[in-house]
């Protein structure tokens, strides 16, 4: 559908309202106040570029026409066609800049599609507790959620790179998801791995990480991606139990309250990872 305009404003607010593409005259634009033509343009969503095709007098072309170069620097996405013409090579431009116009829309939709999935993504991985990760594997460079972060005892807004990452774990359990990454890495194998971190406050958690690699267009592997959780109470919550269970198992096969003691005192130190503990 095709409407016209008396004047820059009633124009912009059209276009404003939607449009596919706009045809206009030089002589409409030239000397004109372009502020709110401006303003829309600098308005456009990221997926937008408007198309114009500016209908020039005879020997209009850029290089003999400086208003025609103000309007291009102003306008961007413009096409200028000298008049006159044949009317073929309007329908031309055009039936161009509609089809242009419409896979700015498609892009549209695509944008939003992905950040739909973005946010149902973001919605799921608070739900779960998780925090997500990627790695550039070429340059070891980490990016991680700001609940990935939380996982490490690291603020969202505090840096956390690959290095930072290692210092963390637990000297006890690096080489462990060292070689969990490695196998992943050449075997295709699925990342999963849990280990030990030290927070910067020195209190010590459980992580459970999973993560899976990612190839680009020409089949090379290029990033691995994936999730972090903390399993601090499930992993202290079966330390508990298995303590019970070795405490009731040893005491059903002793008589001695020393022995007894002993065994409850060595148990107790073992499930809270001290190196002493009295009996008596």
Same mark, same amino acid.
Request: net charge neutral; glycine share 10%.
């Given at each position: 559908?095709?409407?016209?305009?008396?004047?820059?404003?009633? @124009?912009?607010?059209?276009?404003?309202?939607?449009?596919?593409?706009?045809? #206009?005259?030089?002589?409409?634009?030239?000397?004109?106040?372009?502020?709110?033509?401006?303003?829309?343009?600098?308005?456009?969503?990221?997926?937008?570029?408007?198309?114009?095709? #500016?209908?020039?007098?005879?020997?209009?072309?850029?290089?003999?026409?400086?208003?025609? #170069?103000?309007?291009?620097?102003?306008?961007?996405? !413009?096409?200028?066609?000298? /008049?006159?013409?044949?009317?073929?090579?309007?329908?031309?431009?055009?039936?161009?800049?509609?089809?242009?116009?419409?896979?700015?829309?498609?892009?549209?939709?695509?944008?939003?599609?992905?950040?739909?999935?973005?946010?149902?993504?973001? !919605?799921?991985?608070?739900?779960?507790?998780?925090?997500?990760?990627?790695?550039?594997? /070429?340059?070891?460079?980490?990016?991680?959620?700001?609940?990935?972060?939380?996982? &490490?005892?690291?603020?969202?807004?505090?840096?956390?790179? &690959?290095?930072?990452?290692?210092?963390?774990? =637990?000297?006890?359990?690096?080489? /462990?998801?060292?070689?969990?990454?490695?196998?992943?890495?050449?075997?295709?194998? =699925?990342?999963? !791995?849990? &280990?030990?971190?030290?927070?910067?406050?020195?209190? *010590?958690?459980?992580?459970?990480?999973?993560?899976?690699?990612?190839?680009?267009?020409?089949?090379?592997?290029?990033?691995? #991606?994936?999730?972090?959780?903390?399993?601090?109470?499930?992993?202290?919550?079966?330390?508990?139990?298995?303590?019970?269970?070795?405490?009731?198992?040893?005491?059903?096969?002793?008589?001695?309250?020393?022995?007894?003691? @002993?065994?409850?005192?060595?148990?107790?130190?073992?499930? *809270?990872?001290?190196?002493?503990?009295? &009996?008596?």
């Amino acid at each position: 559908e095709a409407a016209a305009f008396p004047d820059i404003p009633s @124009f912009v607010r059209a276009l404003r309202g939607g449009a596919g593409f706009a045809i #206009v005259t030089e002589e409409t634009l030239r000397g004109a106040d372009l502020r709110d033509l401006a303003g829309f343009l600098a308005d456009q969503a990221e997926w937008s570029d408007f198309p114009f095709i #500016v209908l020039t007098a005879r020997g209009g072309g850029l290089e003999r026409n400086p208003g025609a #170069v103000r309007l291009l620097e102003i306008l961007g996405n !413009v096409t200028f066609l000298e /008049r006159p013409f044949h009317p073929t090579t309007l329908i031309s431009l055009a039936r161009a800049a509609r089809r242009a116009r419409l896979r700015q829309y498609e892009a549209r939709t695509r944008l939003e599609d992905i950040r739909a999935g973005q946010e149902r993504l973001r !919605v799921a991985l608070n739900a779960g507790g998780l925090g997500a990760w990627t790695m550039e594997l /070429r340059t070891n460079t980490l990016h991680a959620s700001p609940d990935c972060k939380a996982h &490490y005892g690291r603020r969202a807004d505090e840096p956390f790179d &690959y290095d930072q990452l290692i210092a963390t774990i =637990h000297p006890d359990d690096r080489e /462990r998801m060292r070689a969990a990454a490695d196998l992943s890495i050449e075997t295709g194998a =699925h990342f999963d !791995v849990e &280990y030990r971190t030290l927070w910067p406050d020195g209190s *010590l958690h459980w992580i459970q990480v999973n993560g899976r690699l990612e190839r680009n267009d020409r089949g090379r592997i290029e990033q691995m #991606v994936g999730v972090s959780q903390d399993i601090t109470a499930r992993r202290r919550t079966e330390s508990h139990q298995a303590a019970l269970i070795a405490l009731g198992d040893g005491l059903r096969q002793m008589t001695d309250p020393t022995a007894m003691s @002993f065994l409850a005192a060595q148990i107790l130190g073992s499930t *809270l990872g001290v190196s002493r503990a009295g &009996y008596g």
